[in-house]
Each structure stands twice: as structure tokens, then as C-alpha cells.
């Protein structure tokens, strides 16, 4: 099976912009969630989702927003981008939502905010 | 806030001794992940342990889970230049709409040296 995988791998943006970033599960995963990895303050969890609903929301900011599709695709977008928001976003999917399982990660988009 | 805090948070050994990296946690969990990241890279399972097993072994690792001291242990033996990384510990927590995302702690940056 193929892994979980995100596009883009590497992405520069500017203060104020927004910015998509897509990821693919593994095949027959239904659970998405989304982390973010910076220097300061380690990794931190978005959000999940799973059957195209948001099941858990970490602590940040509205400006943060996801989405999944019906194949369980997922997105995250980030509107009015602070220098703050540079960072590497971890995707993982797992088999179902609230299970005792293993998450899977992808390669990660690093996002760097000028 | 940071759910497990590794200890140490670097490590330096040589190729062919044992490594061990512990992590502490706060709360009631279902599981305790350990994965490792190679460079700002994509997370990589490792290891799953579930909260009523106290000893999981796969190939060089050994992982121990104390719920009453609410900490783990990941012991690699025999270490490889290869296994230079940083190694995270992660929390699935047992209660409300948390469950099923991962707390993460800030890592032990591991570096075997040949």
C-alpha cells in the first residue's frame, strides 16, 4: 500500500496570504489529523477528521480550518499568514476515529511564512 | 500544553551500545506511541503500547509502560550510526473529545556515532 502523502513538500508564502495544503491517506484509512512542527513548541495537534466531519480540534486559531473529502482526502488552509505559522505540517491517517491505533504520518509540507 | 516530556533531551553513544530514552506523561491514556524523525522529516512509527501492557519488544526496541508512575521507556540495543534521529514519545488520551489525537513530548535528538 502507499503511504500518506502531502503536497506540496515545500511552500514559501508572505504575511497576510492564505495557503492550501492537500493530503492523501493510505488506502481505507477514514481518519485524517493534522499536527504542526516547529522548533518552539514541538508538535502540536490541529485537528482530525474522519467520514468528512471534524472530530477534534487542538488549540489554535480560526485562521486554521480543514476539510476531507468523501475518499477521506483532506486539506488544511490558513488564512492571513503570520511569520509564526512557519512551520512543518504533519498529515497522518489511521483506520477509524477514537480507535486504539497507529497513525501513520506523511513527509510533511514545510511552509515558510516572509 | 506538552502531555509527555522526554528525558533525556540528547543523547550521544556509540555504535554497538544500548540507548534509552524515558518519557513521562500526565494523564489517563489509551495508548503510548514512540516514533522516530530523521531531519525535520515525516514521523515514523515505531512502537504502539497499550495501557494495559507493561512490555512490547519488536526487533531492537524494547518499550515498558508504568501507568502507576505514568511514564515508558524505549530501550534500543545494540545501536547503528543508522538510528541517529530524533525519537518522540505520544500520548493517545482516554477521555471526552480527545480522544484519538496524539500529545506529543519534545523529544530526545539520539546521535550514534560510528
Known amino acids: 500500500k502507499a503511504g500518506v502523502t502531502q503536497t506540496p513538500r515545500y511552500l514559501i508564502k508572505t504575511r497576510g496570504q492564505q495557503v492550501t495544503l492537500s493530503c492523501s491517506p493510505i488506502s481505507g484509512h477514514r481518519s485524517v489529523s493534522w499536527y504542526q512542527q516547529t522548533p518552539g513548541q514541538g508538535l502540536q495537534f490541529l485537528f482530525e477528521y474522519f467520514s468528512e466531519t471534524q472530530r477534534n480540534k487542538g488549540n489554535f486559531p480560526g485562521r486554521f480550518s480543514g476539510r476531507q473529502f468523501s475518499n477521506s482526502r483532506s486539506e488544511m488552509n490558513v488564512s492571513t499568514l503570520e511569520l509564526g505559522d512557519s512551520a512543518l505540517y504533519l498529515c497522518a491517517s489511521k483506520t477509524n476515529s477514537g480507535a486504539s491505533d497507529v497513525q501513520y504520518f506523511g513527509p510533511g509540507t514545510r511552509l515558510l511564512v516572509l | ?114
Open chain 2, 1 to 114: 500544553s506538552q502531555q509527555g516530556e522526554e528525558d533525556p533531551q540528547a543523547l550521544s553513544i556509540q555504535e554497538g551500545e544500548n540507548a534509552t530514552m524515558n518519557c513521562s506523561y500526565k494523564t489517563s491514556i489509551n495508548n503510548l506511541q514512540w516514533y522516530r524523525q530523521n531531519s525535520g522529516r515525516g514521523l515514523v512509527h515505531l512502537i504502539l503500547i497499550r495501557s494495559n501492557e507493561r512490555e512490547k519488544h519488536s526487533g531492537r526496541l524494547r518499550v515498558t509502560l508504568d501507568t502507576s508512575k505514568k511514564s515508558s521507556s524505549l530501550l534500543i540495543t545494540a545501536s547503528r550510526a543508522a538510528d541517529t534521529a530524533s525519537y518522540f514519545c505520544a500520548t493517545e488520551m482516554n477521555y471526552g473529545g480527545s480522544q484519538g489525537n496524539l500529545i506529543f513530548g519534545k523529544g530526545t535528538k539520539l546521535s550514534v556515532k560510528p
